[in-house]
């Protein structure tokens, strides 16, 4: 069984950073695609980032230059650092991992999300 647990969500003000961290155990992730998707109030979910398991990175276009996925397949874990928040940030951050096809589908595993919120 999988589990993804997230961590480091929090309150900050808008320009600041955060860094979340997402911890695998049921299974080595070394060979796994792994993302973060994140949804907001009355939104849909989104992804954010994703990492490839050779460690090619992909942004969306709301965060490219902002934020930073990474991963330490030795830690089984996968990281977000979030840099020059916006309010419009502001949402349940959730971390994921793909099995096998990843272009077009959707995640086969997902933690219980960390919520991020940007504000004054």
């Known amino acids: 069984q999988v589990q993804l647990v997230e961590s480091g969500g929090g309150l900050v003000q808008p320009g600041g950073s955060l860094r979340l961290s997402c911890v695998a155990s049921?299974?080595?992730?070394?060979?796994?695609?792994m993302g973060w998707y994140r949804q907001a109030p009355g939104k849909q979910r989104e992804l954010v980032a994703r990492?490839?398991?050779?460690?090619?990175?992909y942004y969306a276009d709301s965060v490219k230059g902002r934020f930073t996925i990474s991963r330490d397949n030795a830690k089984n874990a996968v990281y977000l650092q979030m840099n020059s928040l916006k309010p419009e940030d502001t949402a349940v951050y959730y971390c994921?991992?793909?099995?096998?096809?990843?272009?077009?589908?959707?995640?086969?595993?997902w933690g219980q999300g960390t919520q991020v919120t940007v504000s004054s």
């Open positions: 994921s991992q793909w099995r096998g096809v990843v272009l077009g589908a959707t995640p086969a595993y």
């Open positions: 049921g299974s080595s992730i070394s060979i796994y695609a």
């Open positions: 990492i490839s398991s050779g460690g090619i990175p």
